[in-house]
């Protein structure tokens, strides 16, 4: 099955609650098959990082699931499908928006210091065995204005001044997403890797972390092979995914 690129087949999505619990829903029942993508013109439920929701107009965004068989993937590859699907979508926003995108960890899509998008990656197990990833992302392209309540937002028409056709967008991303996919299979394992920390966002920089209820300031140096943050100030330290906040 996974010899079918991915775009394969894009349906679109009226209104639904969350393109990601679309496509599980399938996909756990044998419904959907591999590089399937399901594209939301509006969520009302749209899922982000740490539990937080993607609020976007009907529309007017690129709003999308696709479905990854992993079956030819190990655990260990975890993160690496994550990088894989980060760099997709930073080689589609970079090609029109330049080369300040930048990926923040674990996985937003940033311009400058402005969040022009996220990805957020749910999985089906069967035991042990890796069955499938839903890869989901919501990108803003042609949103115009932002609620004032929403820290630092942009989109791919404010960047360029040009508005996108949205389902033509979806296909050419989808095309970035294979190329990249394609790399993962071959055992690229270790050069996406590389390609990460290359765009990774503030890298070498100081930045504020919060964790717990400790703020504090240390340098990004980079990200390990299991997904850590890696920070440097008097010490080195490694944060799992989801255990500290950025701030600004």
Known sequence: M?????????????????SNNYAMALA?????????????????AGKGQRGKQWITEYGVNLMQSIVLETNELRAADLFALSTTVALGVHDWFSAKAG??????????????????????????????RWQFAIAGMGI???QRQFDPAVKNPVSLLQITGQTYDLLGEAAVLCGYLETRWQQLLAGGQAQLHADFERVLYKKGEKVRLKKGNRVFETRVEGVSQQGELITRDALEHRFAVGSVEWLP
Do not use: C
């Open 2 to 18: 996974t010899s079918l690129p991915i775009g394969n087949q894009i349906k679109v999505l009226d209104i639904v609650d969350s």
């Open 140 to 142: 803003n392209l042609n």
């Open 28 to 44: 756990k029942s044998g419904a959907a098959r591999h590089g399937n993508v399901y594209f939301a013109m509006q969520q009302t």
């Open 99 to 128: 080369d300040e995108t930048r990926l923040k960890w674990p996985n937003d899509v940033y311009w400058r210091d402005r969040k022009a998008g996220g990805i957020l990656i749910e999985n089906g197990w069967a035991g042990d």
